[in-house]
Nanobody, 125 residues
Framework: QVQLVESGGGTVQVGDSLRLSCTTSGLGLSENNLAWFRQTPEKERDYVGG????????SYADSVKGRFTISRDSAKSTVYLQMNSLKPGDTASYYCAAGRPVLSSFSRASAWPYWGQGTQVTVDS
């Protein structure tokens, strides 16, 4: 009965900020890892970043490092993706994922058994 629901997507201008939310149910954030991926219609699903449940250690793809920040609110069972300085290349459907992969496997989409439905982010050029 695990469920992940993304929200917060929309259309913004270059340089704007946006915060995405992934609200979870059926799992504990301290015992599961959470990650964000993004996908365009013409490309595969690419890793954005993730947070390890047991200690909060985070990782990010090089393309978003310094601009995006992952955080969590365990009381709300929610993980956030704060996106700053948005670029046209950030346009994609953003998905959250949950599971228990090791940190070195975070970037592998196949390592994550649970997925949300996605939320669209469009950055106008």
């Amino acid at each position: 009965q695990v469920q992940l629901v993304e929200s917060g997507g929309g259309t913004v201008q270059v340089g704007d900020s946006l915060r995405l939310s992934c609200t979870t149910s059926g799992l504990g954030l301290s015992e599961n890892n959470l990650a964000w991926f993004r996908q365009t219609p013409e490309k595969e699903r690419d890793y954005v970043g993730g947070i390890r449940g047991r200690d909060g250690v985070k990782s990010y793809a090089d393309s978003v490092k310094g601009r995006f920040t992952i955080s969590r609110d365990s009381a709300k069972s929610t993980v956030y993706l704060q996106m700053n300085s948005l670029k046209p290349g950030d346009t994609a459907s953003y998905y959250c994922a949950a599971g228990r992969p090791v940190l070195s496997s975070f970037s592998r989409a196949s390592a994550w058994p649970y997925w949300g439905q996605g939320t669209q982010v469009t950055v106008d050029s």
